[in-house]
């Protein structure tokens, strides 16, 4: 089946380092992947999409790199805020539908002074 | 101003009765969706809809139905063949095509079921 894996362990990081999160896929090719930022009770805010032919891709402090062969993105954040504290999901469309998205689990950030 | 409205926010319900969370968007997006989150979990898809009068299954549609009567409202009813219909339902929409289009999300429906 295929499967959409990020980071189940929340990501505790200091103020100032750089925060690297995991999105990890099996048996599919993406032509993109997505990533978003919910927090707390809100839904999902939209940051940054990467297509299959694209191996990196910033906005800001935010960089997403996608490898088709590890079949793997990272997600950066450099210098962290407290701000940035969230919890980050990938999301791509394993349904073929060309449109529809599904989510990995998401991964928990914390920033801390 | 533009965007996704769900609504109620928080709502309880009565084991074996139905209930229905309305969305309502207003950037003429084409397609819509409703998500399903547990607690620590990502977003499990329900059922999202292309155009109108047409949609289809994800992952988890079983005990849910939708309708998509105008481009613009997407009603999901839970009913009461849902074995655990507590949960937060997310609405979303986005555009279709050439570009992939971004998911905008709406605030969310807390369903508690006593």
């Known amino acids: 089946s295929q499967k959409i894996e990020q980071n189940s362990e929340a990501l505790n990081i200091q103020e100032g380092k750089t925060a690297t999160l995991t999105c990890n896929y099996t048996?599919?090719?993406?032509?993109?992947l997505q990533w978003y930022r919910q927090d707390p009770g809100r839904g999902p805010v939209f940051l940054l999409l990467i297509r299959e032919n694209e191996k990196e891709k910033r906005k800001e402090r935010l960089k997403v790199t996608f490898d088709t062969t590890l079949k793997q993105s990272l997600f950066h954040i450099t210098a962290s805020q407290p701000a940035d504290s969230a919890t980050y999901l990938c999301?791509?469309?394993?349904?073929?539908?060309?449109?529809?998205?599904?989510f990995g689990k998401g991964t928990s950030l914390l920033v801390t002074p | 101003d533009g965007g996704i409205t769900q609504s109620p926010k928080y709502l309880f319900r009565k084991e074996g009765q139905n209930v229905t969370l309305s969305c309502e968007q207003n950037l003429n997006h084409d397609a819509m969706y409703w998500y399903r989150q547990d607690p620590g979990q990502g977003l499990r898809l329900i059922y999202y809809?292309?155009?109108?009068?047409?949609?289809q299954k994800g992952d988890i549609a079983e005990g849910y139905s939708v309708s998509r009567e105008k481009k613009e409202s997407f009603p999901l009813t839970v009913t009461s063949a849902q074995k655990n219909p507590t949960a937060f339902y997310l609405c979303?929409?986005?555009?279709?095509?050439?570009?992939?289009?971004?998911?905008?999300f709406g605030e969310g429906s807390r369903l508690t079921v006593l």
């Open positions: 048996n599919y090719s993406p032509a993109y």
């Open positions: 979303a929409s986005s555009i279709v095509g050439v570009g992939t289009g971004e998911l905008f």
């Open positions: 999301a791509l469309d394993v349904s073929n539908s060309g449109y529809a998205l599904n």
């Open positions: 809809s292309q155009i109108v009068n047409d949609f």
